[in-house]
């Protein structure tokens, strides 16, 4: 299957990029290899979703710091070996409210290697590494699963800077979007050191603190916007008129309606 890269992307700013923001996240469980299905079905660009660890080091695919709001677990997956999460359920987190019941049957946490051989030649990615990933190993065990399925100009990976300079010493091929705090995105000095120390194309501001000025610094420093986030179409509209070139969503299926 032909898919465009991420130098396509690069190249043309006038194609709204829309990421399925943990996939198709409002719909489907998030952050499951069905919520990234259905965020391709439904047309996504690119897809996004969030890297932690098991205690026996395996990367997998989580959002929060527990699994208590997503599963009917309880803890930190640091807690737990990949065999006992693969034994819960993380369907529990459906259209913005906890249920009481799974929304499906055997909905398990993927590993990073599962998302990878899913969907490694059929999607482009945004691979966010959870903050508390500041382990070298783990980090190595990401970059060499990025290396080995080739994700070269169809993923990058979303870190804050620490972890950027770790993976830059690591395997400096590796494309990057680095994320200074959610406040700070936006800011020029942010944007810079972003395309000045770590080579990055697409940069994540924040839609909360993004101004015109972000976006004629983007402009300017000839980076592609990724704006996190936006489920309004109206709203998706503004961020758009002020010089948005993407934006993130949890609710891929609606703004494909529209863009």
């Not at 944007?191 to 402009?219: G, M």
Request: aromatic share 10%; proline share 5%.
């Amino acid at each position: 299957m032909s898919i465009n890269t991420l130098t396509w992307y690069y190249e043309h700013p006038e194609h709204v990029m829309l990421t399925a923001h943990r996939g198709a996240s409002y719909e489907f469980p998030e952050n499951t290899l069905l919520a990234m299905e259905k965020a391709l079905e439904a047309g996504a660009d690119m897809i996004e979703f969030d890297v932690t660890s098991s205690k026996d080091g395996i990367p997998v695919i989580l959002h929060d710091r527990t699994i208590d709001r997503t599963s009917n677990g309880k803890g930190i997956p640091k807690d737990f070996s990949l065999a006992e999460l693969k034994q819960l359920n993380f369907s529990y987190w459906l259209q913005g409210q906890r249920r009481t019941a799974p929304a499906y049957d055997n909905v398990t946490i993927p590993t990073f290697q599962e998302m990878l051989e899913a969907f490694h030649n059929c999607a482009n990615m945004n691979i966010q590494l959870h903050g508390d990933v500041n382990d070298e190993g783990i980090i190595r065990k990401i970059c060499e699963l990025f290396v080995q399925f080739n994700m070269f100009d169809h993923a990058y990976l979303t870190v804050c800077p620490p972890q950027a300079d770790l993976i830059m010493s690591i395997h400096p091929e590796i494309e990057m979007c680095v994320t200074p705090p959610m406040r700070e995105r936006a800011k020029p000095e942010n944007l810079h050191l972003c395309k000045e120390k770590y080579h990055c194309r697409f940069v994540q501001p924040a839609s909360t603190s993004v101004t015109q000025e972000s976006f004629d610094c983007v402009k300017e420093l000839q980076l592609r916007d990724n704006v996190f986030f936006s489920d309004d179409i109206d709203e998706a509209k503004f961020l758009l008129a002020m010089g948005a070139t993407g934006i993130m969503t949890n609710k891929i299926h609606l703004l494909k309606t529209e863009f």
